[in-house]
C-alpha cells in the first residue's frame, strides 16, 4: 500500500516549456487536490476533483489544468511554465473533503 | 475572506516541556479541524482532528476546540527534539467557494532544544 504518490520528484524547466506532474493514489479515495506551497503562504489550493469525472478551480488556478483520468490518477499541467510557478507542489486525497493524506511533493524550478 | 490565522514563530522550548501551538479561524461555520505535522523538505501528516468543543487526547498529544471563540490549539506533552517540525492548522471552510474544502494555515514552527 504506497498510499499517494508523484512524479517527478524534481524537476527544472525553462520559461514557457510544458510539463505534467502525475500523482496517484491506492486508497480508493474519491477526492484528489493539488496544492502549492510556498515559503511564507501556506498550503493553497490549485484545482480538486470532488469524485471521478468532475474537477474545481481552487485558491490559485491559474496557468494550470487538470485531468482525473480515472480514480486513481489526478495530473496537474502546466501549460507554459512561468518563474511564479516555482514551488513545492502537493498532490493529496480524501474519502471526503476533509482528512487529507500528502503525496511527498514535487520539487519544480522555473528558470 | 476565509483565513486561518497561526503565529509562525518559531516556538523554542526545552525538551520535556509543553508546547502550545494556536490557531484562529474567521468561518463561524466551520465544523472539522485538523493538525498536521510537516518536518522540513517533507509532506504533511495528519496527527489530530478535533469535531466538538472541548479537549481531545492523542497519546502525549492534545488538541482544543473553541468554537464560540473560534479557537482551535494543540498541545504536546513532554516535548521531545523528534517534535521539532512545522506545524499546519487546517480547517473546512463553507464560505464562498469553498465547498468543504480544507483552508490552511501558514503554520507554526516548533523546536524543541535538548
Known amino acids: 500500500n504506497a498510499g499517494v504518490t508523484q512524479t517527478p520528484k524534481f524537476q527544472v524547466l525553462k520559461t514557457g516549456q510544458s510539463m505534467t506532474l502525475q500523482c496517484a493514489q491506492d486508497m480508493n479515495h474519491n477526492s484528489m487536490y493539488w496544492y502549492r506551497q510556498d515559503p511564507g503562504m501556506g498550503l493553497r489550493l490549485i484545482y480538486y476533483s470532488a469524485s471521478e469525472g468532475t474537477t474545481d478551480k481552487g485558491e490559485v488556478p491559474n496557468g494550470y489544468n487538470v485531468s482525473r483520468l480515472n480514480k486513481r490518477e489526478f495530473s496537474l499541467r502546466l501549460e507554459s511554465a512561468a518563474p511564479s510557478q516555482t514551488s513545492v507542489y502537493f498532490c493529496a486525497s480524501s474519502v471526503v473533503a476533509e482528512t487529507q493524506y500528502f503525496g511527498p511533493g514535487t520539487r519544480l524550478l522555473v528558470l | 475572506q476565509k483565513e486561518v490565522e497561526q503565529n509562525s514563530g518559531p516556538l523554542s522550548v526545552p525538551e520535556g516541556a509543553i508546547a502550545s501551538l494556536n490557531c484562529t479561524y474567521s468561518d463561524r461555520g466551520s465544523q472539522s479541524f485538523f493538525w498536521y505535522r510537516q518536518y522540513s523538505g517533507k509532506s504533511p501528516e495528519l496527527i489530530m482532528s478535533i469535531y466538538s468543543n472541548g479537549d481531545k487526547e492523542d497519546g502525549r498529544f492534545t488538541a482544543q476546540l473553541n468554537k464560540a471563540s473560534q479557537y482551535v490549539s494543540l498541545l504536546i506533552r513532554d516535548s521531545q527534539p523528534s517534535d521539532s517540525a512545522t506545524y499546519l492548522c487546517?480547517?473546512?471552510?463553507?464560505?464562498?467557494?469553498?465547498?468543504?474544502?480544507?483552508?490552511f494555515g501558514k503554520g507554526t514552527k516548533l523546536s524543541v532544544k535538548p
Open positions: 487546517a480547517v473546512n471552510g463553507l464560505e464562498g467557494g469553498s465547498q468543504g474544502n480544507l483552508i
